[in-house]
C-alpha cells in the first residue's frame, strides 16, 4: 500500500475545508471518478435540482421542471407480440440509433419462481426453462416506443452487464446453478452478448470463457479491449474483481466468442477489500491471477486455490464502468456480521491499468466521506450535467441520488408504485439507470413492479 499524502479520514478533510459537522460531506477524492471525461461538467448550484415534487399520479417523484414517461410495465402486452412484459427490470443501457432513435436494452432478473418470464423466442432462447432474458426497446427522438421485443431468452436471473464499445450488451446471469437445479436444463452463470438492433445476430451463445460465477456488471476498456468482471456472491468467501483478456480484443460483435483468459485481482497483503476505509487509499503492483477452473466445474471460482497469496475478496461488488483512463467499480456494502472484515454503506474503487494501481475514491454513509440520505448504492452512472446518478438499494422509500464533484449528495427521484394506500405506498428498488447519447433523457427502471421510466428536464440547467 502506497501512503501518499492523499489518504485522509473524513474527519481530518472535513475539518480541513471547514465542513466539519455539515450535513452532506465534501469529498476532494471525487474530482478523480470525472478526470478524463468529457461529459462531466460540474452543476453551477448546490442542492442538485431542487426539492422533489410529488407526482399525483403516484409513480414518481422528480424536482420540478423535470418530467417522466412510463415506456414499459410488467403484464403489458410485448409490441412484438411475443407475449407479456416480463417482470422484474434490472440492468439497462442506451445505443444510439439512425434518425435520433435509440434502441434500449433491459434485463430481467427472473429467478426459477419470476412472475412473468421472458417469453421464449426460436433462435434467442438459451434454455427452455429458464425464464430471465432481456428485452429490446426502440424509441423515436421524443421517446415514443416504436417497438418491443424479446432479445434473449432462457436465461436466469439476469442482473447487471455493461455496453461493448462496438455497440451490443452484455448480459450477466447473477446464478450459479447447474442443470437439474430449479429445473433448468443447461448449466447458469455465464454472460451473453446481445446485439439492441437485432438480437438474431447475437442470439443465444453463453461466454463461457468469460467465467462462470455469479455476475454482476462489466466494463470494457476502449483502448485494449480488456473487459472487467464483478461477481455479487451472497455468502462468504465474497466475490473477486476479474478481468478477461480476449483473444480478439475489440473484434466487434461476436468476438469475444473466440475466448480468451479469465484472471482475478489480488490485491498483497488485503484479502478483504471491506478492511480499507480511508479515502485516497492506494495500491500499487496490483496482481492477476489465472481462474485455475472458469467453468467451475467442481468447485465455484472464489472457493478455488490460486496459490501462494490467495485472492482478494469483497462483499456485494456491483456497479462496474468505465470513466477516462479507468475502471472503477462498486462494493454495495459489507457487513462484519455476515462475514466481512469491516462495515461500509458502499464504496467505490479505481483500478489504473497503465499504472496498476487501485484506489479508494468515495466511501458512503456515516462517518466516511459521502453521506447517503437512503442505504447502499447499487446501479451506477456518469451523469451529462456532471457527477454520478446512484440507484439506492435498500428497504423503506428508494430513490435514484445523485452526487455534484463536490460530493454534495441529492435526490433526483423517489419511486411511488402506489399498490396500497397514498399514505402507505409499495417502494420498488431502482435499477439500470442510464442516459440516452445527446444527455437529455434520464432512462431507469423500478425493479417491482416492473416499469421503465424515461425522465427529461433541465438537466443541464
Same mark, same amino acid.
Given at each position: 500500500?502506497?501512503?501518499?499524502?492523499?489518504?485522509?479520514?473524513?474527519?481530518?478533510?472535513?475539518?480541513?475545508?471547514?465542513?466539519?459537522?455539515?450535513?452532506?460531506?465534501?469529498?476532494?477524492?471525487?474530482?478523480?471518478?470525472?478526470?478524463?471525461?468529457?461529459?462531466?461538467?460540474?452543476?453551477?448550484?448546490?442542492?442538485?435540482?431542487?426539492?422533489?415534487?410529488?407526482?399525483?399520479?403516484?409513480?414518481?417523484?422528480?424536482?420540478?421542471?423535470?418530467?417522466?414517461?412510463?415506456?414499459?410495465?410488467?403484464?403489458?402486452?410485448?409490441?412484438?407480440?411475443?407475449?407479456?412484459?416480463?417482470?422484474?427490470?434490472?440492468?439497462?443501457?442506451?445505443?444510439?440509433?439512425?434518425?435520433?432513435?435509440?434502441?434500449?436494452?433491459?434485463?430481467?432478473?427472473?429467478?426459477?419462481?419470476?412472475?412473468?418470464?421472458?417469453?421464449?423466442?426460436?433462435?434467442?432462447?438459451?434454455?427452455?426453462?429458464?425464464?430471465?432474458?432481456?428485452?429490446?426497446?426502440?424509441?423515436?427522438?421524443?421517446?415514443?416506443?416504436?417497438?418491443?421485443?424479446?432479445?434473449?431468452? !432462457?436465461?436466469?436471473?439476469?442482473?447487471?452487464?455493461?455496453?461493448?464499445?462496438?455497440?451490443?450488451?452484455?448480459?450477466? /446471469? /447473477?446464478?450459479?446453478?447447474?442443470?437439474?437445479?430449479?429445473?433448468?436444463?443447461?448449466? =447458469?452463470?455465464?454472460?451473453?452478448?446481445?446485439?439492441?438492433?437485432?438480437?438474431?445476430?447475437?442470439?443465444?451463445?453463453?461466454?463461457?470463457?468469460?467465467?462462470?460465477?455469479?455476475?454482476?456488471?462489466?466494463?470494457?476498456?476502449?483502448?485494449?479491449?480488456?473487459?472487467?468482471?464483478?461477481?455479487?456472491?451472497?455468502?462468504?468467501?465474497?466475490?473477486?474483481?476479474?478481468?478477461?483478456?480476449?483473444?480478439?480484443?475489440?473484434?466487434?460483435?461476436?468476438?469475444?466468442?473466440?475466448?480468451?483468459?479469465?484472471?482475478?485481482?489480488?490485491?498483497?497483503?488485503?484479502?478483504?477489500?471491506?478492511?480499507? #476505509?480511508?479515502?485516497?487509499?492506494?495500491?500499487?503492483?496490483?496482481?492477476?491471477?489465472?481462474?485455475?477452473?472458469?467453468?467451475?466445474?467442481?468447485?465455484?471460482?472464489?472457493? #478455488?486455490?490460486?496459490?501462494?497469496?490467495?485472492?482478494? =475478496?469483497?462483499?456485494?461488488?456491483?456497479?462496474?464502468?468505465?470513466?477516462?483512463?479507468?475502471?472503477?467499480?462498486?462494493?454495495?456494502?459489507?457487513?462484519?456480521? /455476515?462475514?466481512?472484515?469491516?462495515? =461500509?454503506?458502499?464504496?467505490?474503487?479505481?483500478?489504473?491499468?497503465?499504472?496498476?494501481?487501485?484506489?479508494?475514491?468515495?466511501?458512503?454513509?456515516?462517518?466516511?466521506?459521502?453521506?447517503?440520505?437512503?442505504?447502499?448504492?447499487?446501479?451506477?452512472?456518469?451523469?451529462?450535467?456532471?457527477?454520478?446518478?446512484?440507484?439506492?438499494?435498500?428497504?423503506?422509500?428508494?430513490?435514484?441520488?445523485?452526487?455534484?464533484?463536490?460530493? /454534495?449528495?441529492?435526490?433526483?427521484?423517489?419511486?411511488?408504485?402506489?399498490?396500497?394506500?397514498?399514505?402507505?405506498?409499495?417502494?420498488?428498488?431502482?435499477?439500470?439507470?442510464?442516459?440516452?447519447?445527446? !444527455?437529455?433523457?434520464?432512462?431507469?427502471?423500478?425493479?417491482?413492479?416492473?416499469?421503465?421510466?424515461?425522465?427529461?428536464?433541465?438537466?443541464?440547467?
Amino acid at each position: 500500500m502506497s501512503t501518499s499524502g492523499r489518504i485522509a479520514t473524513r474527519r481530518q478533510m472535513l475539518a480541513g475545508t471547514g465542513a466539519l459537522g455539515a450535513g452532506i460531506a465534501f469529498s476532494g477524492a471525487l474530482s478523480e471518478l470525472f478526470a478524463g471525461t468529457a461529459a462531466a461538467q460540474d452543476l453551477g448550484h448546490g442542492g442538485g435540482y431542487g426539492p422533489l415534487v410529488p407526482d399525483p399520479k403516484g409513480l414518481l417523484d422528480l424536482p420540478e421542471g423535470f418530467r417522466y414517461r412510463v415506456l414499459s410495465r410488467e403484464g403489458d402486452p410485448l409490441r412484438s407480440g411475443e407475449g407479456k412484459v416480463p417482470s422484474n427490470h434490472d440492468g439497462m443501457s442506451a445505443f444510439a440509433g439512425r434518425g435520433g432513435r435509440v434502441h434500449l436494452v433491459r434485463n430481467h432478473e427472473n429467478r426459477a419462481d419470476g412472475r412473468i418470464p421472458v417469453p421464449t423466442v426460436e433462435g434467442l432462447t438459451y434454455d427452455p426453462a429458464g425464464k430471465g432474458g432481456c428485452t429490446a426497446l426502440t424509441l423515436d427522438s421524443r421517446n415514443h416506443v416504436l417497438s418491443e421485443r424479446v432479445a434473449i431468452a !432462457g436465461t436466469a436471473v439476469n442482473c447487471a452487464g455493461g455496453p461493448t464499445p462496438w455497440g451490443t450488451w452484455l448480459t450477466c /446471469e /447473477e446464478t450459479e446453478d447447474r442443470a437439474g437445479t430449479n429445473g433448468y436444463t443447461k448449466d =447458469h452463470g455465464f454472460i451473453f452478448e446481445v446485439d439492441p438492433v437485432d438480437p438474431h445476430r447475437t442470439g443465444a451463445v453463453p461466454l463461457t470463457a468469460m467465467g462462470r460465477f455469479q455476475h454482476e456488471a462489466i466494463a470494457v476498456d476502449p483502448r485494449r479491449g480488456v473487459v472487467y468482471e464483478t461477481e455479487d456472491a451472497f455468502q462468504k468467501p465474497f466475490g473477486l474483481f476479474y478481468r478477461f483478456l480476449p483473444n480478439r480484443p475489440l473484434g466487434g460483435r461476436g468476438s469475444l466468442r473466440a475466448g480468451g483468459r479469465l484472471q482475478a485481482m489480488r490485491v498483497p497483503g488485503v484479502p478483504d477489500l471491506s478492511s480499507i #476505509q480511508d479515502i485516497g487509499a492506494e495500491f500499487d503492483g496490483i496482481e492477476w491471477v489465472d481462474v485455475p477452473d472458469p467453468q467451475a466445474a467442481q468447485t465455484p471460482i472464489r472457493f #478455488q486455490d490460486f496459490g501462494r497469496g490467495g485472492i482478494t =475478496h469483497a462483499q456485494k461488488l456491483e456497479g462496474c464502468y468505465w470513466g477516462g483512463r479507468s475502471v472503477y467499480f462498486v462494493s454495495s456494502f459489507a457487513r462484519s456480521a /455476515e462475514g466481512s472484515a469491516a462495515d =461500509h454503506f458502499g464504496q467505490i474503487w479505481r483500478y489504473d491499468p497503465d499504472r496498476r494501481r487501485l484506489t479508494l475514491v468515495i466511501v458512503f454513509g456515516p462517518d466516511t466521506d459521502v453521506q447517503m440520505p437512503g442505504e447502499s448504492p447499487d446501479n451506477i452512472c456518469l451523469a451529462p450535467s456532471g457527477g454520478l446518478m446512484v440507484c439506492e438499494d435498500g428497504n423503506g422509500a428508494q430513490h435514484v441520488f445523485g452526487v455534484t464533484r463536490r460530493g /454534495e449528495v441529492y435526490a433526483m427521484a423517489r419511486g411511488r408504485q402506489n399498490i396500497g394506500s397514498p399514505e402507505e405506498p409499495e417502494w420498488g428498488e431502482f435499477a439500470g439507470v442510464t442516459f440516452s447519447p445527446d !444527455g437529455d433523457t434520464m432512462y431507469v427502471n423500478c425493479y417491482t413492479p416492473g416499469t421503465t421510466f424515461a425522465v427529461t428536464g433541465p438537466w443541464r440547467r
